[in-house]
């Protein structure tokens, strides 16, 4: 059983700051790719940035150079840094990673709940 658990989120004014954060728990082998995805109300899901197991990032456009993203394999736990908010940035925000389960020959993609991000004018 994997379960990610997040935090952070929250209203904010715009020009302010979040730090959000995602923990993965369980029968855990290897976490591939990490990232972060987000659904503005009345609007599909996108992609907000992501993270290969050696550092690597991207991003959408619409955050680049005012969000980022880190990782820390040792908790297991992603992290989004978002600056200079807009309230474009009003979304649910919600964790992913890739997963090998203890004792699969294959990895499975997991989601967290979701956290409410709101960002006031």
């Known amino acids: 059983q994997v379960h990610l658990v997040e935090s952070g989120g929250g209203l904010v004014q715009a020009g302010g700051s979040l730090r959000l954060s995602c923990v993965a728990s369980?029968?855990?082998?290897?976490?591939?790719?990490m990232g972060w995805y987000r659904q503005p109300p009345g609007k599909q899901r996108e992609l907000v940035a992501d993270i290969t197991s050696g550092g690597r990032t991207n991003y959408a456009d619409s955050v680049k150079g005012r969000f980022t993203i880190s990782r820390d394999n040792a908790k297991n736990t992603v992290y989004l840094q978002m600056n200079s908010l807009e309230p474009e940035d009003t979304a649910v925000y919600y964790c992913?990673?890739?997963?090998?389960?203890?004792?699969?020959?294959?990895?499975?993609?997991?989601w967290g709940q979701g956290t409410q991000v709101t960002v006031s004018s």
């Open positions: 369980g029968s855990i082998s290897k976490i591939n790719g």
């Open positions: 992913n990673a890739d997963i090998l389960r203890r004792y699969s020959y294959r990895t499975t993609l997991y």
